[in-house]
């Protein structure tokens, strides 16, 4: 991890989706609790700093696989820019951990600092509420279609919320370009690496999809989404 020095804070700051309705006077504020850093490609995001106090990040550029660890990894999900990592670790009984999938920019703030500020502002409580509120919510979404959906019907969700949340329109279609290996997608799916594998040539052979490396060109969003509804 790098310290970056030099931009404004409150510039970045004020990118941040759950802090886009803050007054100037409140990111002021935050940007006093903040501090902008980098990571490498697998690069470990540690959510307990070397002075054993507990810290969280939002991104603002680049991708992380956020997961827990028991006897193996387990996935939890896939984060972008406006994402937060670790908030709350400090609750769980099992520890989280995050890895860097591309080069990250994020924000990190240290829990005592900006819990004491959570306390004394209602604008700050209400956006963590949110934040929080969407985390849950999709996890109820995995859990309700770990229970009641097809594999087939849990790879093409997967691949439309990757679509949705960091795909780019091309000529072709919709471009995912996220560095996310196939034992990752396959845990999200709640399947294994094979019957992702078959679910995916078939995508492809019906010419809903594109592979092209790590990439997936989504080329049929309509049929694919039907494919996550049947």
Known sequence: MKTITTGSLVDC???????????????????TLATRVLFEPSEELLFLSNKNEFCFYVLLKGHARLGY???????VRICGPGDFLGYGEWNFKHRHTAEALDPIEAIIFQRESFQKFLHSSPTL???????????????????????????????????????????KESKEGIRIDVKV???TIAKLAGTVIESLSRQLSELESEHIIRREGRSIVILEREKLLAKSRL
């Open 125 to 167: 409580q209400e956006a963590m509420i949110k934040v929080l509120c969407d985390i849950l919510s999709i996890k109820d979404e995995r859990i309700s279609a770990l229970e009641n959906h097809s594999v087939g019907n849990r790879v093409a969700s997967v691949l439309l919320s990757f679509s949705e949340k960091f795909g």
């Open 181 to 183: 290996d196939r034992d």
């Open 69 to 75: 660890q028991t006897h193996t990894l387990h996935p």
């Open 13 to 31: 700051i004020s990118t941040i989706p759950a802090f886009s309705h803050f007054s100037k006077h409140e990111i002021v504020h935050l940007s």
